[in-house]
């Protein structure tokens, strides 16, 4: 019997395993030729990728055993996933026609995918000005960890002259952190960063009051010289030795926002990694709250906030950088890049367009 023909499609699968403690490179993934059968079946959609996010969550994926209870570990010579956003191109799904633009957390990385409607949301592109990627990134999981991490974690209050540390600034989330700190109350907020650039970009674009390298400065003493007052509320997207020194600055009754602690992601620690005693002593000490923070346990606000991170960014207030490397075929190296630090805002990588 003949083989069925299908579509020709290119993807990406997980090659090999950089290991626990390793330090991921692109050559963990590889790009490869697969096909598709040429029907949609009922209820299924057939899409064009867009764009694909790469995250630091995906490091646990690497891993045969990711350590959480919520995220899957990527299968050796499967193709990967993550969040994406595409164009559908055929449908034989009620909620979706040629042409909508739809969004998964569980985008597979390949150029045209066959998916089950149900696992797709349809998008607005007039929210974001037509900006579809944003969708990935501001007004999508991004935004939403750092509004929602803000909102259920930080106990930000209008007027109360809080002072705002966020960590990994000029991240993804960090950048939007910082930001909406000041949009929901913080009279001041300071960001570290790893780059000159990066800190001049924090002030001069995002509206921080300042920014310190942590690989050239002193942490510790421009922290003191920065946030006279102590530290209220500290967005933490990194953990290990830069998190110590600034909970060594907070305040009493003051905020971690435990967002990420990316310093820790190539170590085979459990999540979140514990506090060394003398920084653990500080925080009960000074009744300092470091409560875990997962986004995707606050979805029924996943709506409401979407549309306030939209209005924000059509209002000029929330202001978006993207790093856009192209091609499916460089999706592994974006994804090293930006475990390294070389992405300033999100890493998004454009497909097709
Ligand atoms: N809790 C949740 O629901 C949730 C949701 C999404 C993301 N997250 C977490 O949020 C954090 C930020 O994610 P993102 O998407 O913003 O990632 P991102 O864009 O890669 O930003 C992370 C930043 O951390 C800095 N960084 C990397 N390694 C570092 C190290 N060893 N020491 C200090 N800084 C380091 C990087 O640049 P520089 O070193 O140059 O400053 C980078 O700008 C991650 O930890 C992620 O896991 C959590």
Redesign the pocket.
């Known amino acids: 019997m003949a083989a069925k023909a299908g579509m020709i499609i290119q993807r990406v699968v997980l090659n090999s395993r950089p290991g626990k403690n390793g330090v991921p490179v692109a050559e963990n993934f590889r790009l490869e030729q697969s096909t598709i059968p040429d029907t949609v079946q009922e209820g299924q959609v057939r899409v064009r990728t867009l764009y694909l996010s790469v ?3 995906m490091r646990c994926r690497m891993n045969e055993d990711t350590g959480s209870d919520y995220l899957l570990p990527w299968q050796l010579s499967e193709v990967a996933d993550g969040g994406g956003i595409g164009v559908v191109e055929e449908s034989k799904h009620h909620n979706f026609a040629k042409g909508d633009i739809v969004t998964s957390f569980n985008w597979p990385w390949q150029t045209v995918a066959i998916l089950d409607g149900s696992l797709l949301q349809k998008v607005v592109p007039e929210l974001v000005n037509g900006r579809l990627s944003y969708f990935l990134g501001a007004a999508g ?2 935004g939403l ?1 750092a509004l929602l ?1 803000i909102r259920e974690k930080g106990h930000v209050t209008v007027g109360a002259n809080q002072t705002m540390v966020v ?9 939007l952190a910082g930001q909406i700190g000041r949009l929901e109350g913080c009279s001041r907020v300071v960001g ?4 000159d650039e ?1 800190c001049s970009i924090l002030v001069s674009e995002m509206g921080f009051d300042a920014a310190i390298n ?2 050239t400065g002193n942490v510790a003493q421009q922290l003191r010289e920065l946030c006279p007052g102590g530290v209220d509320v500290y967005f933490d ?4 030795d ?1 998190s110590d020194t600034v909970i060594s600055q907070m305040n009493q009754n003051s905020h971690i926002i ?6 820790q ?1 190539n170590k085979d620690v459990p999540y979140p990694p514990p506090l060394p005693p003398g920084t653990e002593k500080i925080q009960k000490e000074r009744n300092i709250t470091r409560e875990r ?4 346990n606050y979805m029924d606000k996943q709506e409401a906030s979407i549309l306030q991170l939209c209005q924000w960014i059509q209002e000029g207030k929330l202001k978006v950088r993207e790093t856009v490397v192209e091609g499916l075929a460089n999706i592994g190296a974006a994804f090293q890049s ?4 070389g ?5 998004i990588v454009l497909v097709s367009k």
């Open positions: 995250d630091p969550y999981l991004t960890t991490g960590s990994g600034a000029a991240g993804a989330c960090g950048s570290i960063a790893g780059t990066k942590y690989k997207n990194v953990g290990g830069i435990l967002c990420g602690q990316i310093s992601y923070f997962l986004v995707l930006m475990m390294n630090g992405n300033i805002g999100k890493q």
